[in-house]
């Protein structure tokens, strides 16, 4: 079923909680990460407004996705607040994928380019 809707079956078990053996029943609802009809993955609209230090709009997305991605630690809890923890998260991933919002190697802000790529890595085919 992931193949024919382009999501691997890793994520299809990581999604929906599935472990070790793997077994999905008959008539059991699944959820299927980002996908269009196409079956091509398109992330969610960046959020105008999203800076450090913020709490509106939510930095929930964003932390969600930080830690499927494994650049924010599972145990943080999301916040609304793009507080430091999430900052320090935001800054490695564009030190890693060279996206400086800013010009500064350590920058913690997550721009238009670093959200779909983010959200591409953590939820796409």
Known sequence: MGKKLGVSWERLAQI?????PYVI??????TIPGTTAGGTYTPPPFP???APGRSSPS????????????????SVPLSDNYGPQTQKAVAGFNRKHNLFTTGRPNDP??????W????RLAYGN
């Open 16 to 20: 929906n909680k599935i472990t070790a």
């Open 25 to 30: 029943k008959a008539g059991q609802k699944l």
């Open 48 to 50: 105008n407004g999203l």
């Open 59 to 74: 930095a929930k997305s964003l932390q969600k996705a930080l830690k499927d991605t494994g650049w924010l630690d599972r």
């Open 109 to 114: 802000s997550i721009g238009r380019r670093g």
């Open 116 to 119: 779909d790529l983010l959200h």
